[in-house]
Structure formats: structure tokens, C-alpha cells
């Protein structure tokens, strides 16, 4: 594991490159140097993410060499991001690549697809040729197995289109004291956007399912950062009444347009309220098991709660360790920045977003006392389940000086997200507590 500092230091383009230009356009444009030749030009998959960063197609791109730096982006000195990604996202950790947004970039109804986090496990693919992938469904539960091309799905199948709330279960895990080990990820590993596809259970039912079916498990097509061949990333998954939910998608477009390839081009899962690794990228599998999947990062401590409630620091056997589910209700003010400062008299407007995963939130209140006296906000309806809902307010201070504004989401069972951080637990998994965001109000 590198160092915090490391890991929070942002490197920009040039230096990116200095250090090694064959491993930056790796990096960069997702692959670079084609093997098969000694000419040393990037490849077509590595092209189409750089043109989506220069904001247009490189005509000629053919002509354009390895290991160099785009004109159009060498002039920067700004810190440089991800391909076809917002260059405000924090990058955690570049291999494999992981970025969160910030609170104030998720200030939107949905969150765009430049501004959309991505938790890597491995290598994304390269060279995928959307007109010859497949999608194949098997298992012990499955009547057959049967394969589809993506064109065979979009003309076989409706298609839907679901406002979706992913976020990543470790969301959170930087509050854990003692720390857990894994990325040191704040508040931005969710996001909500409007995912288009075919329902996961029109598919399954094409194929047919044995009534013995528990669970669904996904493989997607990246590789092991260790570069064993053949080596199998992640490959979890969602018990069988959670595949059969109207909202769980096989998924291929996102707000609109084709999935970022960090986000899981051409084709990924979708599921709404459980831990978004759940929801498999670069899909070209889906089992159908008749027993609790049993894939990589399904068993041992992973994405996994001590069943019962355990001391912080304590070691828990993995036989006490349970499967995590539904993800618990959360909200994150999106506006203002934390550290703003506006003048004393005046107003200051707050927005935000809060999903709980089937319930909708019901009220979302907003403190400016740490929590003694709470103040509701307005809140919008959600679009659909797993849906998140925007909320805002406009509030007065007293005085000038130092506050923080606390922001809390209840649903409508009354259940509500805690002050402090949640249940300690050995991965760091499922911290709910109140976002909270400084403010001072001067004269
Ligand atoms: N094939 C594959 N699917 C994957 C992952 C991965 O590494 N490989 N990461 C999972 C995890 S842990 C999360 S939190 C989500 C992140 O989705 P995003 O990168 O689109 O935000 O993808 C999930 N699906
Ligand atoms: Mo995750």
C-alpha cells in the first residue's frame, strides 16, 4: 500500500509523462503500443478516450505516435485526470485506478458521466469491439446456455431506463477508527444516473431458471492487475429475488450516452441500493447459481459485516461475517463547498442529495448546532425506487463565526442515519453518518 500522501498527490500530465510515456498512455488512454507492431502508434480503443478528452475526434489519429502528449492537452498545467473524466475527481490510487467526487461536483439531479466515481479492482479490457460482444448466461440453475450479442439484446428485449443510486460499500471508510485497510474513500463513491438497458430478469427468463435458483454472479471481462492471465478480478453478485426487481438492469447506456469505459463500456450490470459491487462491468457472463455465488470477493471479509455488532479493532472469524445487502440510508450536501464563507445578514442556500435503498427518504433535516435543534429542508420526490432525491434549504446564522451544517436523511419507516460514524467493523464498510460541511459567516 502506498502512503496517504502519495495516494492524495495528484501528478500532472507532463510529469505523467516524463516518468515513463509508454506506461501514461497506458494509464491515460487505457492501452497504448499495439504489441504486433514496431512502429509505436496507439491503438484505436486508446484513441477513442483521447479524443473524448481533447473534446473531439483526432482526424489522422493513425499518424499520431505512442508516448507522446496531445498538443491540445500539453499546454495545461493543471493537474491531470482520468480519461473521459472530470479533472476535479480525487484519484485514490492509479493502479487500479480509483477516484471519488467531491462533494460539491455531485451537485446535480444525475451525475453526469464525466463526474461519475470509478472503483477499479483490476485492469479494464482493451480492444473491446462492441459489435461482437457477448453476453452469455449459464449455470447449474440455468435450463440452457445461451449467448447474446448486444444487438441481439437491445432488439430482443424492452428496454428501461431507472434513475440509479450506486455507491461503493466502503463509501465512507476513511472515518474508521481503528483504520480498515482499502481505498480511503470520503464521501464521493456514489452516484446517481439514468442507467438504460434490458431488465435482468427478461434475460433470465429467455433462458429459463430452475426453481432451485439462489443467486446470480457476474464475470466481466478485466484483468488481474498482477497480470495473470485468466486470473478472475471480482466476481460477485445479488440473490435471485434481487435480479428479478423491475430496476435491475443489464445495462449499456449511461445519462443518455454509451457507458464511460472506467464505468464498464459496453455493457454492465445495475443494481440499484445494494453495494455497487454488485453491479458487474465489462459483462460477458452471468451465472445463474443454485447456491450463494461463490466468486472472488463474494466469501472470506469481503463486502461482508460482522453479523453481529463487534468492539473497533476486533477480530471477527469469517464465519460471523455476513453477505452485505441493502446499503443504509445517507445524504451529502452538494452545495456549498465545505470551508465557503458568506457575509453575516445574508442567507446561505444549501442543496444536497439522500437515498436510502428501497424506502423513500422521507424528510431530510439540516442542523447548524451539532445536531441540537434540527430544521427541514425540501425535498424532491424520487424518480423511481433507488432513485436519489435532491433536497435544499436556505438558512440564517445568528452571528458571524464558525458552523458546520449537518445534513440528515430519515425514511419513511423512521429510520434515520447516525450523528457519529456507524459500527466499527474490519473493512470498513457502510458509514452513514451525517455530512457535515464548514461555513463562516463573517461581517
Ligand atoms: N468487472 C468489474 N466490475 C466491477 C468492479 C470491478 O473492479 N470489475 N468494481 C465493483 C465495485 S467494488 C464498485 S464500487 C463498482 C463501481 O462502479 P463505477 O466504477 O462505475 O463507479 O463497480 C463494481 N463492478
Ligand atoms: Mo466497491
Partial sequence: ????????????????????????????WGRSTTPDSRRGFIRKSALTAMSLALGARMVFAENFPAGMIPAGLAHSDEPFGLPGKHPGLIILNDKPINA?????????????????????????????NPATWTLTIEGESAQQRKSYTLAELKAKF?????????????????????PA????????????????????????????????AVYVGYIGEDTHISGTPGKVVISRGVPIDKAMEEESLIAWSMNGQDIPLLNGYPLRLVFGGYPASCSGKWLSKILIRNKVHDGEKMTGQSYR?????????????????????????????????????????????????AWSAERPVAEVAYSIDFGATWHPCTLATRANRYAWQRFSAKITFPQDGYYEVWAKATDDNGVSQPMLVPGWNPRGYLNNACHRIAIKVVV
Fill in 181 to 212: 485497510k482499502g481505498n480511503q474513500w470520503t464521501v464521493g463513491a456514489v452516484g446517481c444516473a439514468a442507467w438504460t438497458g434490458v431488465r435482468l430478469r427478461d434475460v433470465l427468463n429467455d433462458v429459463g431458471v430452475k426453481s432451485n
Fill in 158 to 178: 424492452e428496454h428501461h431506463t431507472y434513475h440509479l443510486t450506486i455507491e461503493c460499500g466502503g463509501n465512507g471508510r476513511k472515518e474508521f477508527n481503528p
Fill in 1 to 28: 500500500m502506498k502512503r496517504k500522501e502519495e495516494e492524495e498527490k495528484k501528478i500532472g500530465i507532463h510529469e505523467l509523462y516524463a516518468q515513463d510515456p509508454e506506461q501514461a498512455d497506458e494509464l491515460l
Fill in 305 to 353: 459485516m460482522p453479523c453481529k455488532p463487534v468492539p473497533p479493532g476486533a477480530k471477527v472469524a469469517d464465519e460471523d461475517m455476513c453477505i452485505i445487502e441493502s446499503m443504509p440510508i445517507k445524504s451529502v450536501v452538494t452545495y456549498p463547498k465545505s470551508g465557503a464563507t458568506i457575509k453575516r445578514g445574508q442567507q446561505l442556500p444549501i442543496r444536497g442529495s
Fill in 100 to 128: 471519488e467526487t467531491p462533494a460539491e461536483l455531485l451537485d446535480d439531479d444525475l451525475t453526469p458521466n464525466d463526474r461519475f466515481f470509478v472503483r477499479n479492482n483490476g485492469t479494464p479490457p482493451t480492444d473491446i
